[in-house]
């Protein structure tokens, strides 16, 4: 998306950051779905920009009689696939009204329908111990103030020994300019740095609006919520992937991970 004001870091709390990202996705999922839609398909269960699926990685372990819930699901694609091939029992969930009216056009025309429900996944209306798995592909963890508090979120919905999986970006591409060329493959900021990445309208409004943790607080993000690090996958960039998306490319593929997915579990004594 074009970029009329600032772009850079700086910090964002809670609100303003729930609100320009909630704006943002309004405004842009039907050019959203138009660029990414062919790589997401409409019923597929891709982790992230490498490709990876569901269907070969089988992180979550889905099967009938499920109850799983997706957050940050966008258009839904992966609850569809989840559907089709699981007999699971699906909710897709997004903070964007935008993202789940696209979501519901897609149903329509595949006849795939999982429930969709607009609410922020810092606040979910579900009750405790409600699935026995929660997952999200690049939903919500890196569009949120306070990461800590999904996890402890996600922990609630949970039951006892219910799995949670989520993938996001991999830690170490903030210490990248985000240029899917060689020149991205310099690292010139500071991996430590956690303000977050902004951008902002003429009246420095943000618009736009993505939270950095290093992959030491991911995992303490994870524990300190009462959940178990199973594994964290750190995806390699397949050779058949020729596609360019953002930052993330073959050239940058080959040298640095993009991606990290966290499969996480909630103990079954708690």
């Known amino acids: 998306m074009p970029v009329s004001g600032d772009v850079g870091r700086r910090p964002s709390e809670g609100g303003e950051t729930a609100a320009a990202n909630r704006s943002w996705w309004d405004g842009e999922a039907a050019e959203y779905y138009a660029e990414h839609g062919s790589f997401l398909g409409d019923e597929e269960f891709v982790w992230g920009p490498e490709g990876w699926t569901e269907e070969t990685l089988g992180l979550l372990g889905a099967g009938a009689g499920q109850r799983i819930l997706e957050i940050g699901a966008g258009a839904g694609q992966c609850a569809r696939w989840l559907v089709r091939h699981t007999g699971a029992t699906v909710v897709a969930t997004d903070l964007s009204a935008g993202m789940l009216r696209v979501g519901s056009q897609v149903s329509s025309r595949t006849g795939i329908a999982p429930p969709l429900v607009q609410c922020d996944g810092l606040a979910l209306p579900f009750g405790d111990a409600s699935f026995d798995t929660v997952f999200t592909a690049y939903g919500v963890v890196p ?20 799995r949670f999986v989520f993938s996001t970006t991999h830690p170490i591409r903030w210490a990248f300019p ?9 690292a010139r900021l500071s991996y430590f740095d956690r303000t977050p990445y902004v951008e902002s309208d003429e009246s420095g409004r943000a618009t736009y609006v993505e939270h950095h943790r290093t992959m030491g607080d991911r995992i303490r993000e994870i524990v300190a919520a009462g959940l178990v690090v199973e594994d964290v996958v750190e995806p390699e960039w397949p050779l058949d992937n020729t596609a360019t998306w953002g930052g993330w490319s073959p050239t940058r593929g080959a040298i640095i991970p993009g991606t990290a997915i966290f499969v996480c579990r909630r103990p079954s004594g708690g």
């Open 143 to 162: 569009f949120v103030a306070d990461s800590a508090a999904v996890m402890v979120e996600m922990a609630r919905v949970l039951r006892p020994g219910g």
């Open 178 to 186: 985000d240029d899917p060329s060689e020149a991205g493959l310099t």
